[in-house]
């Protein structure tokens, strides 16, 4: 009786490692966050905040589709509070309201630190992999 237990537990266990394998980010991931870190990089300088907030909303939504696809919540959660956090500073940039484009920013700030935290493994300066 013991070791069909055993067996199973082995076999959770290595699901369980192979769960928490990372893999490279496919093209499409990898241009994703670059634009959005080069919309971010703009919004900072005060260029083109509504439009470039509104790519970031954009962006973020496929990032979101990404993630959902692949059944990881804190990506599909994260992301789509960068699209409400962008959408915030695309209001803010038209009605010309800097403390709410401040806020707006802050947020998304932290939607993406949240899904980094989780789903993001450093490489180096360079490469960054994915953490399911």
């Known amino acids: 009786m013991k070791k069909p237990i055993a067996g ?42 509504e439009n470039n907030a509104k790519g970031i909303a954009e962006t973020m939504t496929k990032v979101g589709r990404f993630y959902k696809k692949r059944g990881l919540e804190v990506g599909v959660k994260t992301s789509e509070d960068g699209v409400n956090a962008a959408n915030a500073i695309a209001k803010a940039a038209a009605a010309g309201d800097k403390e709410g484009i401040s806020a707006g920013m802050k947020a998304l700030g932290g939607s993406c630190k949240g899904c980094h935290d989780v789903h993001r493994e450093k490489i180096s300066d360079t490469e960054n992999k994915i953490k399911w």
């Open 8 to 49: 199973i537990f082995s076999l959770a266990l290595m699901g369980g490692f192979l769960l928490a394998e990372s893999i490279d980010p496919p093209q499409n991931h990898i241009n994703w966050m670059k634009s959005v870190a080069k919309a971010n990089g703009m919004i900072k300088k005060g260029e083109d905040v």
